[in-house]
C-alpha cells in the first residue's frame, strides 16, 4: 500500500530535522509504502525545475535495506509514475542516479527511463571510491 505520510532519515549524518524538511518540504508530496502496518520505503514527487521546466518532476525514493527484492521500489515508482500523471505533469527526470546501482539503473530502465546525461565521478561512495550519477528522463 502507498500513503501520504510519514518518513526516516536519509543519513545517519544528517539530523531528524534536516531529513524530514528536505524529505517533506512544502514544494512535494511524500508517500510511504507500508504492509501490514510497516513501513517499507518513501518517495517524493515534486516539480523538477520551476518556471519553464514545471511540466517535468522529479522523484526520490528509499526502501529499508530489509525490505529490498520484495518489489517496493517498482510499487513506489509505478505510483510515482501514475500520480504524476494524474497531476498533469508531462515528463519525470532523475536528475542523480548513482551509475553502480545497478538495481535502480535496470528498474528503471525496465520502466522506459533512458539515460541522458552521466555527471562523472559525481558520487563519493561509501567505500570512499568516486562513481558516476546518471540523469535519467521519461516522457509520462
Known amino acids: 500500500m502507498i500513503r501520504a505520510g510519514d518518513t526516516y532519515a536519509l543519513d545517519p549524518a544528517m539530523s531528524e530535522e534536516a531529513a524530514l524538511a528536505y524529505w517533506c518540504g512544502p514544494d512535494q508530496e511524500t508517500f510511504v509504502a507500508e504492509e501490514a502496518g510497516e513501513v517499507l520505503g518513501t ?15 522529479n522523484c ?37 542516479v548513482i551509475d553502480s546501482n545497478a538495481r535502480a539503473v535496470r528498474l528503471w530502465r525496465s520502466l522506459g527511463f533512458e539515460i541522458v546525461g552521466r555527471l562523472p565521478n559525481a558520487f563519493q561512495h561509501p567505500e570512499g571510491r568516486y562513481v558516476d550519477a546518471l540523469v535519467m528522463y521519461r516522457t509520462l
Open 43 to 57: 518517495y517524493y514527487l515534486r516539480i523538477n525545475q520551476a518556471g519553464g521546466g514545471d511540466h517535468v518532476c
Open 60 to 96: 526520490g525514493y528509499m526502501v529499508r535495506a530489509d525490505a529490498g527484492g520484495r518489489g517496493v521500489a517498482r510499487r513506489m515508482a509505478e505510483h510515482s509514475l501514475a500520480r504524476a500523471r494524474e497531476r498533469g505533469f508531462e515528463a519525470m527526470q532523475f536528475n542523480f
